[in-house]
Antibody, heavy 118, light 110 residues
Framework: EVQLVESGGGWVQPGGSLRLSCAAS????????LHWVRQAPGKGLESVSA????????YYANSVKDRFIISRDNSKNTLYLQMGSLRTEDMAVYYC???????????WGQGTLVTVSS | QSALTQPRSVSGSPGQSVTISCTGT?????????VSWYQQHPGKAPKFMIY???KRPSGVPDRFSGSKSGNTASLTISGLQAEDEADYYC??????????FGGGTKLTVL
């Protein structure tokens, strides 16, 4: 059974940093691209960042470029999102999602809440 | 990337059919056959319902179907059931390792 379990969310002041993790199991981690998707309170889903299966290719939404860094450790089956210079508009539930055989997200974690406020 | 356009809400009675549209551009929906749909109940993670425009993953009832014409994709739910009440999101691959989501549609089963 595929499982994605996010952790690392919490409260942080504007300008602060946080690192999210997503522990994966139930599939060959190193064979699939992964994605971070966020959802602000009462809002829709937003693609934040993506990383290829070997980590060699990454993508960032314009809203987080130069502030967030996505990475993965295929030896630990874990995906990361290092978030810096956090803003109130970054407050959201952050989901990690596995990219399927083509361009879709077939499994999602339960999400971790990031609160940015003073 | 601009978000794909979905109606804010749709509704239908049990047993009826509803269709949710998802309009993009030739750079996303119209340019690729990589539209997917997700169902999200309140407080839950999204659930994968349709991929590659019209394919259903195993376990998704055949009451759910997808299609595309030009820059607009659609999700049709037939034989509406109470448990179908949820938010629905479309997404499309947009090239160069980028994806764009729709704003979401709230489905109410009357």
């Amino acid at each position: 059974e595929v499982q994605l379990v996010e952790s690392g969310g919490g409260w942080v002041q504007p300008g602060g940093s946080l690192r999210l993790s997503c522990a994966a199991s139930g599939f060959t981690f190193s064979s699939y691209a992964l994605h971070w998707v966020r959802q602000a309170p009462g809002k829709g889903l937003e693609s934040v960042s993506a990383i290829s299966s070997n980590g060699g290719s990454t993508y960032y939404a314009n809203s987080v470029k130069d502030r967030f860094i996505i990475s993965r450790d295929n030896s630990k089956n874990t995906l990361y999102l290092q978030m810096g210079s956090l803003r109130t508009e970054d407050m959201a539930v952050y989901y990690c999602a596995k990219v399927g055989e083509s361009f879709y997200f077939d499994y999602w974690g339960q999400g971790t809440l990031v609160t940015v406020s003073s | 990337q601009s978000a794909l356009t979905q109606p804010r809400s749709v509704s239908g009675s049990p047993g009826q059919s509803v269709t949710i549209s998802c309009t993009g551009t030739s750079s996303d929906v119209g340019g690729y056959n990589y539209v997917s749909w997700y169902q999200q109940h309140p407080g839950k993670a999204p659930k994968f319902m349709i991929y590659d425009v019209s394919k259903r993953p195993s376990g998704v009832p055949d009451r759910f179907s997808g299609s595309k014409s030009g820059n607009t994709a659609s999700l049709t739910i037939s034989g509406l059931q109470a448990e179908d009440e949820a938010d629905y999101y479309c997404t499309s691959y947009a090239g160069s390792n980028t994806w764009v989501f729709g704003g979401g549609t709230k489905l109410t089963v009357l």
